[in-house]
């Protein structure tokens, strides 16, 4: 969604042409374990880089309506039909921390996570296994930046620039789900029975009250649709 920023090193002079540019690093660590690598020469992990990590799982209740059996999707078979356990609506906080070595660096960063999350940025997701379904899930920025600036260096430390900031995905966490559809229901019954609330109109006074009549409807419902000859 966001590992494409491209950070700019320009000229001060000559309208500040640019003179080199850097992809930005991507990574999923804590910053405090980034923080740690930058310490070991070994590692050789270079500024600029972002930082994102889970700050954790919540229970969104304003999506939540009421206590819902699921639902029916699409089966690869026409026959069928996939019965889908109704999922838990999660916001999932993902926290996010930039890390350079210039103000200018930053800068450009910010403005390319800011600008995709106005007033949101939706991920397009499917569930593996079931058929020809698409999950559209917003991700939202929680509105502020917090930024740290080098101060007090000695003369052996670099100058390190920071910023953090976190975004909410409006996500799903599902049950299991069959591997095997549900065949679809080509018989049922109906029960009819009398009542004393319905208005004359409507009514059969000349039949017994308790009387209960049982309807059988067979086959694969056609539909009610007429067509008129030219």
Not at 91 to 101: A, P, Q, R
Not at 182 to 191: G, L, T, Y
Request: charged share 20%.
């Amino acid at each position: 969604m966001l590992d494409d920023v491209v950070v700019a090193r320009r000229k001060r002079t000559n309208f500040g042409e640019a003179i080199d540019w850097i992809k930005v690093r991507f990574v999923y660590s804590p910053k405090q374990r980034v923080l740690l690598d930058l310490l070991d020469k070994a590692q050789n992990i270079q500024l600029p880089v972002v930082a994102f990590y889970l700050g954790g799982i919540t229970r969104d209740p304003a999506r939540v309506w009421n206590k819902l059996d699921g639902y029916y999707a699409k089966s690869l078979d026409p026959s069928e039909a996939k019965k889908i356990p109704q999922p838990n609506p999660v916001d999932i906080t993902l926290n996010c921390s930039i890390l350079t070595k210039y103000a200018s660096d930053m800068d450009q960063i910010i403005t390319n996570l800011v600008a995709w999350t106005n007033p949101q940025h939706i991920l397009s997701w499917r569930i593996p296994s079931v058929y020809d379904q698409e999950i559209r899930s917003p991700v939202i920025w929680n509105g502020t930046v917090n930024t740290s600036y080098p101060t007090d260096l000695n003369a052996t430390q670099v100058a390190r620039y920071q910023a953090d900031l976190s975004f909410t995905i409006k996500g799903w966490i599902f049950k299991a789900i069959p591997s095997k559809g549900e065949a679809k229901i080509f018989k049922f019954n109906s029960d009819f029975s009398l009542t004393n609330e319905l208005t004359t109109k409507y009514s059969l006074d000349q039949l017994d009250p308790e009387i209960t009549d049982r309807v059988m409807l067979s086959a694969v419902p056609q539909p009610q649709i007429l067509i008129s000859e030219p």
